[in-house]
C-alpha cells in the first residue's frame, strides 16, 4: 500500500515550522509502476529513480505519461547513458562532473534542446558517493556552465552521510545550503536544494532543504529481487 499521504502531512508540518515551502519527490526505484500509479492518483505527480535501465523498462514514453507527472534520475549517470537518460526523464539531479557536463551538452545540442540539471555535491567526504567533491570542484561545474549553453542548472543535491549520525548529517546539509546561498547570492537564482530521504528529511528540512527524496517511508522497502 502506497503511503504518501501520510508522508507529505509530515513532511507539510515539518516545512510549516520552518517556515519554508518543501516538495515531495517520491522515490520509486524497484517498486512497480502500478504503484508509481496509485501515488499519482493520490496527488503525488514528482517522482525519481536512480537507474536509467529500471527507467526505461518500467516507464512508458515521456509522451505517454500521465499530463503533470515529472520524472528526475537521481542516480549516478554514466556518460555513456547519457543520451539514453535525456529521452527519458524531465530533470538530471545528478549531474557530478565537467566531462558528464560535456557530454549531456553534445548530445542536447544535436537535438536543440535544453535540460533541467541539479549539481550533486558529495557532502560527506565518503569515497562511495558520488558528486562534486569540494566547493572549488563544483565552482569550476559552475563556471563551466558558460560552455553548455544548453544545461541549465536548477540547484544543488547532495546525499546525507552513511548511517544515522545525527549531527554529520546537519553538518552536510548545513554545507550545501551555504553553497546554495552562496550561488543564489552570485545571481544563479537556484530553486532547488534536493537534501534529505526517508531517514533524515526532517533534519534535512530544519537545515533548509525545499524538496525532499522520499522512497521506503511512502512504497515500503525495496524489492532488490524483484
Same mark, same amino acid.
Request: proline share 1%; aromatic share 6%.
Given at each position: 500500500m502506497v503511503n504518501i499521504k501520510a !508522508?507529505?502531512?509530515? $513532511?507539510?508540518?515539518? %516545512?510549516? %515550522?520552518c517556515s519554508h515551502d518543501v516538495v515531495l519527490m517520491a522515490v520509486s526505484k524497484t517498486h512497480p509502476y502500478e504503484d508509481i500509479l496509485e501515488a499519482y492518483d493520490q496527488g503525488q505527480r514528482l517522482f525519481g529513480e536512480n537507474r536509467v535501465q529500471e527507467i526505461e523498462a518500467k516507464f512508458p514514453p515521456l509522451c505517454e505519461r500521465p499530463q503533470g507527472m515529472k520524472l528526475c534520475l537521481i542516480g549516478h549517470l554514466q556518460r555513456n547513458k547519457a543520451k539514453k537518460a535525456l529521452s527519458l526523464v524531465d530533470r538530471i539531479d545528478s549531474v557530478d562532473s565537467i566531462p558528464?557536463?560535456?557530454? *549531456?551538452? =553534445?548530445? &542536447?545540442?544535436?537535438?536543440?534542446?535544453?535540460?533541467?540539471? &541539479?549539481?550533486? !555535491? +558529495? #557532502? #560527506?567526504?565518503?569515497?562511495? =558517493? #558520488?558528486?562534486?567533491?569540494?566547493?572549488?570542484? &563544483?565552482? =569550476?561545474? !559552475?563556471?563551466?556552465?558558460?560552455?553548455?549553453?544548453?544545461?541549465? *542548472?536548477?540547484g544543488l543535491m547532495t546525499v546525507g552521510p552513511l548511517g544515522f549520525d545525527e549531527e554529520k548529517n546537519r553538518k552536510a546539509f548545513r554545507y550545501v545550503r551555504r553553497l @546554495?546561498? =552562496?550561488? +543564489? %547570492?552570485?545571481? @544563479?537564482? *537556484?530553486? $532547488? &536544494?534536493?537534501?534529505?530521504?526517508?531517514?533524515? @528529511?526532517?533534519?534535512?528540512?530544519?537545515?533548509?532543504? +525545499?524538496? !525532499?527524496?522520499?522512497?521506503?517511508?511512502?512504497?515500503? %522497502?525495496? +524489492? @532488490?529481487?524483484?
Open positions: !508522508v507529505r502531512k509530515d $513532511v507539510d508540518e515539518c %516545512a510549516a %515550522a558528464l557536463m560535456d557530454e *549531456l551538452e =553534445k548530445h &542536447l545540442a544535436g537535438a536543440d534542446r535544453v535540460m533541467d540539471i &541539479l549539481f550533486e !555535491v +558529495n #557532502s #560527506s567526504g565518503e569515497e562511495q =558517493k #558520488s558528486g562534486f567533491a569540494d566547493e572549488d570542484e &563544483l565552482m =569550476k561545474g !559552475v563556471s563551466h556552465l558558460a560552455d553548455c549553453p544548453h544545461l541549465r *542548472l536548477c @546554495y546561498d =552562496k550561488l +543564489n %547570492a552570485a545571481g @544563479y537564482h *537556484l530553486a $532547488v &536544494l534536493s537534501m534529505g530521504m526517508s531517514a533524515d @528529511y526532517r533534519q534535512a528540512i530544519e537545515e533548509g532543504s +525545499n524538496e !525532499v527524496r522520499i522512497g521506503s517511508a511512502i512504497f515500503g %522497502a525495496r +524489492n @532488490y529481487d524483484a
